[in-house]
């Protein structure tokens, strides 16, 4: 699954309803959290639900450089939110460290109308999860 995916059938489908569902199915589709990462350092503050995100570099073998990538994992225990991160995985998915700093996750939900449809809550929950990643980035790269 791409963002141009994700486009694409957000285009097809016409109420927010069904918008809802398909994010809640993206949420469902992704991999078990294991236990073990439900940690407080995993956890993300500001958002109403609980939300967790564990990252991992990856890269070439020997010495840490800007192309390496993130590996992310998280779930969250309310439906949407756990499609949002979902959608949030995706927009990161295969991007590098300096990419993923340079990437208007905000604004690319904003391109598919999710974020004036999302309550206020919600919104603040998306901004947490994007800083969360972002700031792991930020970390890795400058390590």
Not at 38 to 41: C, G, L, N, P, W
Not at 74 to 87: C, N
């Given at each position: 699954m791409t963002l141009d995916d994700i486009r694409a059938d957000f285009a097809l489908l016409d109420d927010?309803?069904?918008?809802?569902?398909?994010?809640?199915?993206?949420g469902r589709a992704l991999p078990p959290f294991p236990d073990t990462l439900?940690?407080?350092?995993n956890k993300v503050r500001g958002c109403a639900s609980q939300v967790w995100l564990a990252t991992n570099r990856v890269g070439a073998a020997g010495e840490p450089s800007a192309g390496d990538k993130l590996e992310m994992q998280?779930?969250?225990?309310?439906?949407?939110?756990?499609?949002?991160?979902?959608?949030l995985f995706i927009?990161?998915?295969?991007?590098?460290?300096?990419?993923?700093?340079?990437?208007?996750a905000e604004g690319i939900f904003?391109?598919?109308g999710l974020k004036e449809?999302?309550?206020?809550?919600?919104s603040n929950g998306?901004?947490?999860m994007v800083k969360r990643i972002r700031s792991d980035a930020a970390e890795m790269l400058a390590a």
């Open positions: 927010w309803e069904d918008r809802y569902r398909y994010v809640i199915e993206l439900r940690t407080d350092a998280g779930m969250s225990d309310a439906h949407i939110v756990q499609g949002l991160i979902a959608l927009i990161y998915r295969g991007k590098t460290l300096d990419e993923i700093l340079k990437t208007d904003a391109s598919l449809h999302l309550t206020p809550q919600r998306l901004a947490s």
